[in-house]
């Protein structure tokens, strides 16, 4: 399994854009959860405000933290099919095997001509 993080440049900060959960709980504030770490939050009297409790949360978490772009190579596996492949080359009756599914093709192909 190959194992790559790219670096990014620190001269450059991309924005960054985030999916966010807001739910009206039920004490009648409003909580803002950022969708894949659960554990940051904002909870607010409004949506903006939970919003806004969100992004100082972040940002602080942020601070102290970076991200990066792990990339994963997947293993080389061999495909399923491929055990299969050649299993009948010693078979001396496959070459009529092939030469009767050609005959009976051959005869589809006809049937749908004159269709």
């Known amino acids: 399994m190959n194992l790559t993080i790219k670096a990014t440049s620190q001269t450059t900060a991309p924005k960054l854009t985030y999916d966010v959960l807001i739910e009206n ?25 939970a919003i806004e409790k969100l992004s100082q949360s972040l940002q602080t978490r942020l601070e102290t933290a970076k991200i990066v772009t792990l990339e994963i190579g997947l293993p080389q596996t061999e495909h399923p099919w491929m055990k299969f492949a050649g299993m009948h080359k010693d ?5 009529e095997v092939l030469e009767y ?5 051959s005869q589809i192909d006809l049937e749908n001509e004159t269709k």
């Open 25 to 49: 709980q039920p004490d009648d504030t409003v909580k803002a959860t950022l969708l894949g770490l659960p554990d940051c939050q904002g909870i607010g009297s409004t949506e903006t405000e």
């Open 91 to 95: 078979n001396p009756l496959f070459s």
């Open 101 to 105: 599914i050609e005959a009976e093709r």
